[in-house]
């Protein structure tokens, strides 16, 4: 039996993955993002527990709205810690004809991991920043580690979505966003590049935790902005 924490579930999401999906949040993580949404999901001994099983039992009940696209998506917290689980999650899923979606920072490669990528349809590789130094800053993982993963999604094959959180003073660059196009151009895997605006609705969270936001004096992210960024992807 496979045992997985797990920090909460979306039934019908629709900004994780191709069309509407079922989300797992997974409990756990390594990083700390300084724009992270979801801080209640870090501390590796919070959530709870849940077999495949009775993750699968919830999924089935969502299948008829997933359509020709839709699917589950794990996101988190971190999927990586928990490979194993999500493994066998997602070859339940595909025993059902459900499709599977990763949404990870990339951090880890080991066994687990490439095995799990065998049962992935789509992965949303959450990619912080096109430069090293403000990697490492901003969520305390190495830049090359995502390169490697990226790498990794391109030799296998699998359909990935590169996102990033477009942050003022951080990401907002157009110089950031160009390279960010270039790297997702220059890797076959990769179906589409998605900049997020930053926003502050997690705040709330973070003062109930009792954590202080790193970004809670940074304004959030005008819509006209992204539009700026997105046109540069054509020039
Ligand atoms: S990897 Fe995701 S869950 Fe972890 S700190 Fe960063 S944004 Fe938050």
Known sequence: MHIGRISSFQSL??????GVRYVV??????????????????????????TTEEVMKRVERCKSYFGKEGGV??????????????TRLFQLCKQSGISTCLDTSGCIINDDVK???????????DYKSTNAKDYKNFCGMDMQAADDFLSLLDKMHIDTYLRQVVIKGFTDSDKNAKRLFEIASAHECV?????????????????????????????????????????????
């Open 73 to 86: 998506t794990v996101s988190g917290g971190e999927p990586l810690l928990q490979a194993k689980f999500v």
């Open 13 to 18: 999401g629709t900004v994780d993955g191709p």
């Open 115 to 125: 095995e799990l990528l065998c049962y992935t349809d789509t992965v949303l590789l």
């Open 25 to 50: 949040f997974m409990q756990g993580c390594n990083l700390r993002c300084k724009c992270c949404h979801n801080p209640e999901t870090w501390d590796m001994h919070g959530g709870s527990e849940y």
């Open 191 to 235: 179906k589409k590049t998605e900049l997020l605006p930053f926003r502050k609705m997690c705040v709330s969270k973070y003062d109930k935790l009792g954590i202080p936001f790193p970004l809670k004096d940074t304004e959030e992210t005008p819509a006209d902005v992204i539009e700026r960024l997105y046109a540069l992807k054509y020039k």
